[in-house]
């Protein structure tokens, strides 16, 4: 799968509209999180921000407190999927170098094994 371009063609600002289906475990105000499509672990969730940020990178000042935001949602999806009594894992990956192939903002949840690091 080759990288967004740009919003309107971003795959993750289509689920966020609605315009492409999802099975959407958490919504608010500034959060969405939904399976990822190939996952790693018995429970792999997207947390992705509504509003557009391509990446970590690209956040500006201003969208610092929206990665508290996903995180606290996070959380509290690791709680309600049963996760947080043996642990799980919050990935976010960066550019190319860093496995970024959604240029949207987004952490990966993951749980329900033991994870392993990965290189």
Not at 21 to 41: C, E, L, Q, R, T
Request: aromatic share 6%; net charge positive; charged share 20%.
């Amino acid at each position: 799968m080759a990288p967004e371009k740009s919003k309107s063609d971003c795959i993750f600002c289509k689920i966020v509209s609605g315009e492409i289906a999802s099975n959407i475990i958490y919504h608010d105000a500034y959060v969405i999180v939904f399976p990822d499509i190939n996952p790693v672990a018995p429970v792999h969730l997207l947390v992705v921000p509504v509003k557009h940020v391509a990446s970590l990178a690209e956040m500006k000042e201003a969208d610092a407190a929206l990665v508290g935001k996903m995180v606290a949602a996070a959380n509290k999806v690791a709680k309600e999927q049963g996760l947080a009594k043996n642990g799980y894992r919050l990935t976010i990956n960066c550019g190319a170098d860093g496995g970024q192939l959604v240029q949207h903002l987004h952490i990966h949840l993951m749980g329900g094994r033991p994870l392993k690091w990965v290189n």
